[in-house]
């Protein structure tokens, strides 16, 4: 079972033509793949009595159970293990036995279905979770990757040079198909922790790159030393961004730097992805600087934005929690997988304005739920914290080289209250007092409450704190709190 023929072009497909399509190509994954060789997807299905053919709209599609992480503590039960005979009944392994042979046959197959690349999840709030790939999943990393060097109006004769880490996790992997796939020169360094900031320096000054690809507070660490130790590198024309939320305030320190070290018409590219979708959404490179969303792969997955608190599917343009389903994969397969990410604009199918496709786009910021945490300012009323607003806030502050929120106790006492306390890096020629006064006014506006504590550190010293070159993601939100703490918590606050 393959892609239907005919699959429509992904740059100029209208909306009315892409959900017919998808329907369809959704039953025959549904037929044929996932229900018939998944353990799991198997006994929902036939606990639900719920038929592939029955599915004739996206209405009857969402009465499907949705999955959830914690559904993947039995990683097997989602990999596709197709059953031999019903393989061998196949019209096309019959024709391929016939015109080529019974070993052309069983390659056809194991391509097909034998996992050969492995990745996980990160793990920051459970154990991490494989994902298998096999060569098909591999060929469908290619499309995904060639679809970010289009959208960022690559050429094959730019260098780029990748700066994720090396690591079993999707964005390391994506990047290193994305040049495969469109054919160009990629040089993968691994990030800080195996050549240390200064030898990427080192080397991004031999190669002088056209891209950089890598995490936005890693590329930020790399471009801000490169200045300070009077580098330049007048070739960049893009910067890539995955893995982290991407604020306007970050984008635009990120051109600064670049113009800084020659290259002033550098344009800042974000990137949305996840383990589980096998894949990323990419924005894109137009006439404006402005973000316009994650352009969608609607011929390799089906994504829906629900009600995080109903399940219920919003309209279009409204705000909702991501679900992707994908509609051609293999090796691990997860239907309806809710991510826990909130598209702040929602999912709209018109026109990019920026560059003309007519793929469905992901309107941001994107942002988790899990980061509106209820915070008690005393026994009688609780704050909701909206963590992913901070993370903004701070990213958008003028004066702010760098920043961590940190939840400890008072006194360390496990009995007592919570706390919040920032620790900041302030840029050179910024007063610490008058910084201090804005963040915690800023602060205030935005939550109702005021950090207990305002700590400033020199770069250095910060940047070993958020583990950049050391960690996968750094580490701008920690808990020092006893892990036994529920997720509720009595939080002391400064008056």
Not at 170 to 189: E, I, K, Q, Y
Not at 290 to 314: C, F, K, Q, R
Not at 364 to 378: F, K, T, Y
């Amino acid at each position: 079972m393959k892609l239907l023929q005919h699959t429509p072009d992904w740059n100029a497909t209208p909306p009315e033509k892409w959900r017919e399509w998808q329907l369809t190509q959704l039953r025959e994954y549904l037929q044929h793949r996932v229900i018939p060789f998944s353990a799991h997807y198997h006994r929902i299905f036939e606990e639900n009595d719920i038929q592939p053919l029955d599915i004739k709209s996206l209405d009857d599609w969402s009465h499907v159970p949705f999955t959830s992480k914690k559904d993947l503590a039995t990683p097997r039960d989602f990999v596709l293990v197709p059953d031999e005979a019903v393989l061998r009944h196949e019209p096309g392994m019959i024709f391929t036995a016939l015109l080529h042979g019974r070993d052309a046959a069983k390659e056809r197959a194991e391509a097909e279905f034998r996992p050969i690349l492995l990745t996980s999840t990160t793990g920051r709030s459970s154990d991490p979770v494989p994902f298998l790939y096999t060569k098909h999943d591999l060929h469908n990393l290619d499309i995904s990757g060639t679809r970010l060097m289009l959208a960022g109006r690559s050429q094959r004769d730019f260098k780029h040079v990748n700066l994720f880490p090396y690591a079993p996790h999707l964005a390391f992997w994506l990047a290193h198909h994305a040049g495969l796939g469109f054919g160009t020169f990629m040089l993968s360094t691994g990030g800080g922790k195996t050549l240390g900031t200064e030898g990427n320096i080192n080397l991004i000054d031999k190669i002088q790159p056209d891209i950089l690809i890598g995490m936005p507070t890693f590329i930020y660490h790399v471009l801000r030393e490169a200045y300070e130790t009077g580098r330049h590198w007048p070739n960049l024309k893009r910067i890539v961004l995955g893995g982290e939320k991407v604020a306007d305030g970050l984008r635009a320190r990120l051109r600064d730097l670049a113009s800084l070290l020659g290259s002033p018409d550098t344009h800042i590219m974000a990137t949305y992805g996840f383990t589980e979708a096998k894949m990323a959404f990419p924005e894109c490179v137009g006439q404006s600087l402005e973000a316009s969303g994650y352009h969608l792969s609607p011929d390799l997955g089906l994504v829906e934005l629900i009600n995080p608190e109903t399940g219920e599917v919003v309209p279009d343009g409204q705000p909702g929690e991501i679900v992707f389903t994908p509609l051609n994969a293999r090796g691990t397969v997860v239907l309806r997988y809710r991510t826990g990410d909130i598209a702040e604009g929602g999912l709209t199918w018109e026109k990019c304005p920026n560059c003309g496709r007519t793929c469905p786009r992901l309107l941001g910021p994107i942002s988790r739920v899990s980061e509106v945490r209820e915070l008690h300012v005393d026994k009688l009323k609780g704050t909701l914290v909206n963590f992913n607003m901070l993370e903004h806030l701070l990213d958008d502050q003028k004066g702010i080289a760098a920043w961590q929120i940190e939840l400890r106790k008072r006194h360390d006492d496990p009995l007592e209250m919570d706390e919040v306390h920032l620790h900041l890096t302030a840029e050179p020629g910024v007063r610490e007092s008058e910084l201090e006064l804005a963040v915690s006014r800023r602060f205030h506006e935005a939550t109702e409450i005021t950090p207990n504590g305002l700590h400033f550190h020199s770069l250095s010293e910060l940047r070993d704190q958020l583990g950049i070159g050391r960690l996968l993601k750094e580490e701008k939100i920690v808990d020092h709190r006893p892990k036994t703490q529920p997720d509720t918590a009595n939080v002391a606050l400064s008056s």
